[in-house]
């Protein structure tokens, strides 16, 4: 079974374009996240949500939107894509907030490619 | 200064060899220290994680934490050719901010 699930998994597009990235988890966690990896392989956080509600939200263009329409689901609308939001973004999710080592778990990205 | 350094490698071992990984960090309120382990076009998985100074041995992998030196290591003993992946450092401020280090890639050579 799929513990965090991602579509798609590729995604190329030309810029301008609006685009949205979809993920899912069974595992009954609480918080779920988006996450950016770059060429260089660095992994940032965008946002983070916990049943719902938006907890973290990093300096991230407002172009980007989260949406999480219940707990088990968040997904990522981009709009006027630009060529530097090529990159791998990761869907995450973890227990709850707070304490105790926060195991997170990934999904298995999607390559945004921005022509 | 980054909050999270990590060299980046390279690094390339023969199996068999020890193979020591390493963080710095600026930030004294981190109090939980994780490593993940990220396979190439695959989701990083959580491999290990200390909360505060100490060691942590789990099979053939032991974390390491000096909070003083602000200084976490990861030692993996009679590395395999399996091992070979990008190990990604990663420390928890509050909440579920994890602040990850841009990772080490390792290749282990058989």
């Known amino acids: 079974d799929t513990a965090v699930s991602q579509t798609p998994k590729y995604l190329v597009t030309q810029m301008g374009n609006d685009k949205s990235i979809k993920c899912e988890q069974n595992?009954?966690?609480?918080?779920m996240y988006w996450y950016k990896q770059d060429s260089k392989k660095f992994l940032k956080i965008m946002f983070s949500y916990n049943n719902k509600e938006l907890i973290i939200n990093e300096t991230v263009p407002n172009r980007f939107s989260p949406k999480s329409p219940d707990k088990a689901h968040l997904n990522l609308h981009i709009n006027s894509l630009e060529l530097g939001d090529s990159a791998v973004y990761f869907c995450a999710s973890s227990q709850s907030k707070g304490s105790h080592g926060n195991e997170q778990f990934f999904g298995p990205g999607t390559r945004l490619t921005v022509l | 200064q980054k909050e999270v350094e990590q060299d980046p490698g390279p690094l390339s071992v023969p199996e068999g060899a020890i193979v020591s990984l390493n963080c710095t960090y600026s930030n004294s309120a981190f109090q939980y220290f994780m490593w993940y382990r990220q396979y190439s076009r695959k989701g990083p998985e959580l491999l290990m994680y200390?909360?505060?100074?100490g060691n942590k041995e789990d099979g053939r992998f032991t974390a390491q934490v000096d909070k003083s030196s602000k200084y976490i290591s990861l030692f993996i003993r009679d590395s395999q050719p399996s091992d070979s992946a990008t190990y990604l450092c990663?420390?928890?401020?509050?909440?579920?901010?994890?602040?990850f280090g841009p990772g080490t890639s390792l290749s282990v050579i058989p």
């Open positions: 595992l009954g966690h609480d918080t």
């Open positions: 990663a420390m928890e401020t509050s909440y579920d901010k994890v602040i």
């Open positions: 200390t909360y505060s100074s």
